[in-house]
C-alpha cells in the first residue's frame, strides 16, 4: 500500500474535525489518520492522493497542507 505523509497547520481536535469530514469524503474513513501528540502534526494517507485534492479541504476550513520535504 502505497503511504503518503503530509505536513498540515492542525493543531488540535477542532482543527481536525474541521477537515475530517472532507478527509472522509476524499479518502474514506479509516483511510487516513493524524497524530495530534505528535511534535509535527501529519496526515498519514494509506492511498495515493494528489495534493491538489486535498488543499480544498484544507483551505476551506482555513488550515495548510503540503507535500512532506
Not at 5 to 28: A, M, P, Q, W, Y
Not at 33 to 42: I, S
Amino acid at each position: 500500500m502505497a503511504k503518503q505523509i503530509f505536513d498540515t497547520s492542525l493543531k488540535c481536535e477542532g482543527c481536525l474535525n474541521s477537515v475530517r469530514n472532507g478527509l472522509n469524503e476524499k479518502l474514506g474513513e479509516g483511510q487516513w489518520k493524524v497524530d495530534l501528540e505528535a511534535a509535527a502534526k501529519t496526515l498519514e494517507v494509506d492511498q495515493k492522493v494528489s495534493i491538489q485534492d486535498l488543499e480544498p479541504v484544507f483551505k476551506a476550513a482555513g488550515h495548510e497542507i503540503k507535500p512532506q520535504a
